[in-house]
Structure formats: C-alpha cells, structure tokens
C-alpha cells in the first residue's frame, strides 16, 4: 500500500520551508533554467499518514519541482545615517535573485535512485568556481642529462713542483715583488734557487699561484723572466 503524504519540510538555501504537491515557492536562485525539472534531498520531516522527522534528514525523501522561472525579489532599501560622523547618510538598494518552482512530488523514498538532477544553489557554483584554483599541468620533470653532458668535476687541486736540490740558496729577494715573507713561503715549500724559478712551467705557476694565496701575482711580475736572467748571473 501507497504511503500518502501530505507535505514534506525541505531546506534549502540556509531556509525551511513547508511545501505540498502542486505548491508553488520562492527560494534563492538555483543554478538551473526555466522548464528543467529538480530535486532537494535535504527532507528534514514528512507529513501524512504518519510523521516521519529526519536525523537530520529522512533516508531516501526527496521533493521534485519543476523551475517555472528565475526572477528577483522586491527591492529592499537599506539606509544607515551616522549623526556622529557630519551627519554620514548612505543608501543602498538590493533586490534579491530567486528560482519560482511548482512542486510536481513528493517521495517518501527511493530519491536517491531517481536519476532527477539536485537543486543546487547557484551562489554555492559560484563559491566553489572561485574558491578552486585552475588546474595547472604538470610539467614532466627534467630527464637526467647524460653522463657525458654532466658537468665536470672539479680538478684535483696539483701539487706544487717538487723542489730541486741546490748547493746554495739564491736571494730570492731580488727578484722585483718577492720579499721575506714570501721568501719564507718559497723556503717552505722547497724552492730556493733562480734557476727553481726560471724552470716552471704554467702549471707550476698556477699551483705557487694557490699555494702562496696571491693568485696572478707571479705572471704580473713575471717571476720566470727575472729567474732566468739573475740564474745567468
């Protein structure tokens, strides 16, 4: 036997409201046009044969309507005059946008599997459009560059050219640039002589360059030069 029912209290927008097959409503705006046909499934009580009150909402009720058309409310005028602040007057008007609806059925249950599309809100569209961030696509990470491509490792840092023996050490400080305390470096680390100096090649150079901490210093002076004429004698 067919449960009849008499009216049903639905929510919707933040309102209840109490409705009855053929009834005819306003709510706010839904996102939906003239003629299509929708369905609320926050059913808060139905009234009939029997009262039936959700927990919050009855399992399987729905109210089906049919959108006769969007419209706006009466215009509401709003006034606020401030006596405090030289007399501050401000008016503003607001008419409120709403969805006229005929109500068409009542279910008891089975709304879930009606198949009828949900009355949504359109301020609640509007909401979520703004609050989603667009999707961005992702951009496919880098492939690893090859290992030829890679850049190169640092070179080890070279040693500084093996001392040669000498009979006796040169005085160094008259080569234009060098003085005791660099003398002292030289000593230090073998180098004694002209003929020492006159014999580097670059890369002796840039390896006294970084060992002394004065880079450029011994091509600025050209140590090598000077070296090889005091070595001659």
Same mark, same amino acid.
């Given at each position: 036997m067919k449960e009849y029912i008499m009216f049903a209290v639905l929510k919707t927008g933040g309102k209840q409201y109490k409705v009855a097959s053929g009834d005819t409503l306003q709510v706010e705006k839904l996102a939906a046009d003239a003629g299509e046909t929708v369905q609320f499934n926050d059913i808060l009580m139905l009234g009939g044969d029997k009262v039936t009150v959700g927990s919050p909402f009855v399992n399987g009720a729905a109210v089906q309507a049919e959108v006769v058309d969007q419209i706006k409310g009466d215009k509401v005028i709003h006034f606020v005059k401030r006596r405090r602040k030289h007399s501050s007057k401000r008016t503003k008007g607001h008419r409120q946008q709403l969805t006229l609806l005929r109500v068409t059925d009542i279910l008891a249950s089975g709304g879930d599997k009606s198949g009828v599309k949900a009355a949504i809100g359109a301020a609640s569209i509007a909401a979520v459009a703004v609050a989603t961030p667009k999707k961005v696509a992702k951009k496919a990470a880098p492939k690893a560059e090859a290992k030829a491509d890679a850049q190169p490792k640092a070179e080890p840092k070279k040693a500084a050219p093996k001392a040669k023996k000498a009979d006796a050490a040169d005085d160094l400080t008259q080569i234009s640039g060098v003085g005791p305390v660099i003398v002292? +470096? &030289?000593?230090?680390? #073998?180098?004694?002589?002209?003929?020492?100096?006159?014999?580097?090649?670059?890369?002796?150079?840039?390896?006294?360059?970084? +060992? &002394?901490?004065?880079? #450029?210093?011994?091509?600025?002076?050209?140590?090598?030069?000077q070296a090889t004429e005091l070595a001659k004698g």
């Open positions: 002292k +470096k &030289l000593h230090d680390l #073998g180098v004694t002589t002209f003929a020492q100096i006159a014999e580097w090649t670059a890369e002796d150079v840039a390896a006294m360059d970084e +060992k &002394l901490n004065f880079k #450029g210093r011994i091509d600025r002076d050209d140590w090598i030069k």
